[in-house]
């Protein structure tokens, strides 16, 4: 009988079992003097002394305006220093981070406040197009439990940053933390139209960045450059955590990613190791002054958040010197990551697979129809088991069932296989979540936005093949009788300031009917094709990716 698809990530390192605010007072302690955090575009320096003070700050300020453990507190703004203060100083007096994406339009900004019951949010006033005080002023009437919200530009969030520090009530108010509270919400799009809150605790996170940074090799001489947003779990936990636990320095490069900006980073700060979508490798390797940039300090990275094109990854290898550059694998409610190619794995091994289990991690491949584990070399679906799966979604049991079973297995929705030495590949996915440029889409949310315009009577959201992205979405269009042909330009502006960017779709196809299944169902698997052929993509679509 062949070896069943499952593996564990057996381990002599031990999990930690400390809150994150337990963490930064240690690492602090150790080496006060390392530089802990750079904001290129901010001209800000900290050492990890530094840090400790102005988180310990922000924290009494919390405690002073009465932010009880548990309840939630928003950060929508890009990355700056700001949002790490609040990401450390909210875990230190145990209130629940509710990260908001700062390119959410007003609907999602109102749901994800709402649904998570958010007391107090931080902000940043505007972020390129956004006004974010136009559009907190717009939807303040539907958050009744929203009591201050404090923008970053303003006076106000100088008095917080500035509070004076009361040692003994942020020490009272730590003995009542456990690593095991949850201490961050992360909103994932949603396949009933409405985002879900991925539900993690202090023990989830601070062990997924500190295992992350484990396989990286991380140690306090590494410099590391995060063009990716503190928003997600690739920035605040593999980035951040990481970094943490290892007392090394976060490079921050610019506010939202720019490709110069990030080149400049890493040459001028030296840094070690650089973080990345395959979208944004692509576009620093594309930079007219890539060669002018020295990056022979680079040794070792992440990119992940999409399948990875295995000529972009050699050329990650060769050009920028990331020999140990990795590939991850994973979700927002893993914490994220679940399998991790190694540093010592061959190319192939890294430019053609996502690697293999975590440490603490089990993974299981299974036949989604009798739930069976299946030999290796079957394509099933991934799930993972371990200190890592979410606490569930926030507030809503009857979704986190459909994903969590009762054994703790989180099903993923992904099609995978396993060798027989344990490595994984997505080969496709059995949910019909669209990852672009590694945003996750739910053509769900999308087309039931879409059913709002007057002139459309259905609507079908798919993921086509993009060079830039990995995906893109396309939208097949049935329009009411009598109503005039809807071109893409006309749907776009449709959609503008209402969804956010990475939902706008991109390819229109107006049809008379969709391709349906006996029983009614929509074939997408098929719509898929048929857009490929349409939109000339056959090219695209027949790139290699890991």
């Not at 904001?39 to 919390?62: F, G, I, M």
């Not at 990854?313 to 694998?329: A, F, G, K, L, N």
């Not at 036949?367 to 926030?394: A, I």
């Not at 459309?456 to 329009?479: H, M, S, T």
Request: proline share 5%.
């Amino acid at each position: 009988m062949s070896q069943p698809s499952y593996e564990h990530g057996a381990s002599s390192m031990p999990l930690l079992y400390e809150t994150i605010g337990e963490c930064l007072t240690r690492v602090s302690g150790s080496q006060p003097d390392r530089e802990a955090i750079v904001s290129c575009a901010q001209d800000v320096r900290l050492t990890y002394a530094e840090l400790e003070a102005k988180v310990n700050a922000l924290a009494s300020a919390l405690l002073a305006h009465g932010i009880q453990a548990g309840d939630r507190v928003g950060v929508w703004a890009p990355n700056c220093v700001e949002w790490v203060l609040v990401q450390y100083a909210t875990a230190k007096v145990g209130a629940i981070l509710v990260n908001v994406n700062p390119a959410y339009r007003t609907h999602e900004l109102a749901y994800a406040l709402e649904q998570s019951g958010v007391r107090l949010l931080f902000s940043a006033a505007t972020f390129k197009t956004s006004d974010y005080r136009a559009m907190m002023s717009e939807t303040r009437d539907r958050l009744p439990d929203l009591q201050d919200t404090v923008f970053f530009e303003d006076e106000t969030w100088r008095e917080w940053a500035s509070a004076p520090i009361d040692a003994a009530a942020l020490a009272a108010r730590l003995a009542t933390l456990d690593p095991d509270d949850a201490i961050n919400i992360q909103y994932t799009s949603g396949t009933t139209g409405f985002p879900k809150g991925a539900t993690l605790t202090h023990h989830n996170i601070l062990n997924n960045g500190f295992f992350v940074g484990e396989l990286c090799g991380y140690t306090d001489a590494d410099r590391v450059c995060l063009p990716v947003p503190f928003y997600h779990c690739f920035g605040m936990v593999m980035g951040n955590l990481a970094a943490l636990t290892h007392t090394a320095c976060v490079v921050v490069p610019s506010p939202g990613f720019d490709p110069l900006a990030t080149l400049r980073a890493v040459a001028a700060e030296r840094c070690t190791s650089l973080y990345g979508v395959p979208t944004m490798f692509i576009a620093m390797l594309e930079d007219a002054s890539f060669a002018d940039h020295d990056l022979h300090t680079l040794r070792t990275g992440i990119m992940a958040g999409s399948p990875c094109p295995t000529e972009v990854m050699r050329r990650v290898v060769t050009d920028m010197h990331m020999d140990e550059v990795s590939i991850c694998y994973g979700m927002t409610e893993t914490s994220p990551v679940s399998t991790q190619t190694r540093r010592d794995d061959s190319l192939e091994r890294r430019v053609s697979t996502i690697g293999r289990i975590g440490p603490h991690v089990e993974v299981k491949i299974i036949d989604p129809e009798t739930g069976l584990t299946v030999p290796r070399g079957e394509v099933g679906e991934l799930c993972t088991r371990g200190y890592s799966v979410m606490r569930g979604y926030w507030d809503d049991p009857e979704r986190t069932a459909e994903v969590k079973d009762d054994a703790g297995w989180m099903h993923t929705g992904d099609l995978a296989t396993m060798d027989d030495e344990g490595y994984m590949n997505i080969v496709g996915r059995s949910k019909d979540m669209i990852i672009r440029g590694g945003e996750n889409i739910y053509p769900r949310e999308v087309e039931e936005f879409l059913y709002t315009h007057p002139d459309i009577a259905d609507a079908q959201a798919i993921g086509v093949p993009d060079q830039k992205y990995g995906e893109e979405l396309c939208v097949w269009i049935r329009l009411r009788d009598g109503a005039a042909k809807l071109d893409a330009d006309t749907l776009r502006a449709f959609c503008e300031g209402k969804l956010a960017h990475y939902k706008i779709p991109r390819y229109v196809l107006c049809v008379d009917s969709f391709p349906m299944t006996v029983t009614g169902k929509v074939r997408k698997t098929e719509m898929r094709e048929q857009s490929i052929e349409m939109l000339g993509l056959t090219a695209v679509a027949g790139i290699q990716t890991a």
